[in-house]
């Protein structure tokens, strides 16, 4: 099928519509598709009006997808689990073969929601109205339907079909400069919670927690989410991008280097993400930074425990499984992380609510054992975490993908709350895993125009 221009688009979609909303069946849902000449999406979706919104690119490049309007919203009332998401899996069921839920959830179903957070909820998952797909070098425009909710609709479907826009110049992607910042915890209180970290692991109740901090920048006007994500994008090449705005000045974004699974004809991957330096300024510095980080006894140790924990949580729910033999590492533009891929063979039947109940939160954000870290997690952290270290992707019929979302931030009005962690294991360093969470939040800190902070 040839591209087809943006102004053909509601005559070329416009006849599928109605046929497709005659189709029967309970919880049905119709994807048409429509092939389109090369668009930039964060443009695109910085010109649509809808209020809900969501942005996705896989960190390969081989994907991505901005989303807006809402056929269904699926909300998850506690932890993203096999039972919490079965009705999602029944719609799935009887879906065309490109029909894709996308969203997430918070860290912590029980912890108290902050209100910078309650637009969020606990999870969610939405089937988009319009979807503007990039597969490799092709362009789609997407519509979903679900013809037993959507039949009456017919006429504003159409009409919000003919109202997308399509711009021709690309969005405005500048910033405005912050004018304070607070950090919570301050410093004191970090070294507080680290040393409270290291006196539990003494009396045995844990082996790792990941502490996190919330850094707020305030700035004088309101802070445009989708700019802020194509300054990020270009500045974090091979990371998750995503970005989700429940309604308009709300967006939590970032890029993440993280994957918590990705399944696919029967096959799940995972991997262990943890242990941190940054990237050297010359090629000698480099190579050195990253023979550091790979004989560092302490930085192994903190890989170790996310390793360990994701055989764990997929053994049972695979026939084979297997790890790399060889501890290696992950390089981004700026940091380095230790890296061991896990892949195994999904047993008949498991779900993908069943993978996110399992993998959900890894030591690389949670810690190990999980109870007792979540717990301490709770009871230390002076902040909400909200979907900063939770699940953030897609689930498809056959297919799923999901990032772990650090490396982000909630931009609300005029703040931007920035979250970073720091996996604390015998041999942390208070000081230095300040410093580790600096270095995390600098990608964001240098696209906002800003100095790294020294201590
Ligand atoms: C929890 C975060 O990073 C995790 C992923 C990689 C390395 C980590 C570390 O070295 O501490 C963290 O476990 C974060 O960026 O907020
Ligand atoms: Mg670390």
Request: glycine share 8%; aromatic share 10%; hydrophobic share 40%.
């Given at each position: ?285 480099d190579a050195r930074l990253a023979a550091e980080l790979l004989q560092s006894e302490k930085d192994r140790r903190e890989q ?152």
């Amino acid at each position: 099928m040839p591209a087809c221009a943006p102004a053909e688009l509601p005559r070329r979609l416009g006849s599928r519509i109605r046929r497709a909303l005659q189709q029967t069946g309970t919880n049905r849902i119709v994807q048409l598709r429509c092939p389109i000449a090369p668009v930039d999406l964060l443009s695109w979706l910085a010109a649509q009006s809808m209020a809900f919104k969501f942005y996705w690119a896989d960190r390969e490049g081989n994907e991505a997808v901005a989303a807006v309007g809402a056929v269904l919203q699926c909300e998850v009332n506690r932890a993203l689990t096999r039972e919490s998401l079965r009705f999602l899996e029944t719609y799935l069921q009887q879906a065309d073969p490109g029909v894709r839920f996308y969203g997430g959830g918070r860290f912590d179903g029980q912890a108290p929601v902050a209100p910078h957070w309650q637009p969020f909820g606990m999870g969610r998952f939405w089937l988009p109205r319009f979807e503007l797909r990039r597969e490799g070098s092709r362009y789609w425009l997407v519509c979903n339907l679900v013809p037993e909710l959507d039949r009456t609709a017919e006429a504003a479907i159409k009409e919000a079909l003919a109202a997308l826009q399509w711009p021709e110049v690309a969005m405005d992607a500048r910033l405005p400069l912050p004018v304070d910042r607070c950090d919570m915890p301050d410093q004191a209180g970090w070294t507080r919670n680290v040393t409270q970290a290291l006196a539990a692991f003494q009396q045995g109740h844990m082996v790792k927690v990941v502490l996190a901090r919330q850094v707020q920048y305030v700035f004088n006007e309101a802070l445009d989410g989708l700019a802020l994500l194509h300054r990020l994008e270009e500045a974090t090449p091979g990371c998750f991008h995503f970005y989700y705005q429940p309604q308009p000045g709300t967006a939590f974004l970032g890029a993440s280097p993280e994957r918590l699974f990705r399944r696919a004809d029967g096959h799940v991957w995972s991997e262990a993400v943890a242990g941190t330096r940054p990237r050297g300024q010359t090629e000698a510095d480099d190579a050195r930074l990253a023979a550091e980080l790979l004989q560092s006894e302490k930085d192994r140790r903190e890989q170790y425990y996310v390793q360990q924990s994701i055989i764990e949580e997929l053994r049972p729910l695979c026939e084979t499984l297997e790890a790399d033999a060889q501890l290696s590492e992950m390089t981004l533009a700026r940091g380095r992380h230790l890296y061991t891929g896990i892949r195994g063979r999904l047993r008949p039947g498991v779900s993908t609510g069943a993978l996110l109940e399992a993998l959900h939160p890894t030591p690389a954000v949670g810690g190990y054992p999980r109870p007792a870290a979540v717990e301490a997690i709770r009871a230390w952290e002076p902040f909400d975490r909200g979907w900063y270290t939770g699940p953030i992707g897609w689930l498809g019929v056959e297919a799923a993908e999901f990032a772990v979302a650090i490396r982000c931030g909630l931009a609300a009005g005029h703040h931007l709350y920035l979250y970073s962690g720091a996996g604390i294991v015998e041999g942390s360093v208070p000081e230095l895993e300040w410093e580790e969470i600096e270095h995390k939040i600098s990608d964001f800190v240098n696209v906002l125009g800003l100095e790294l902070r020294r201590s």
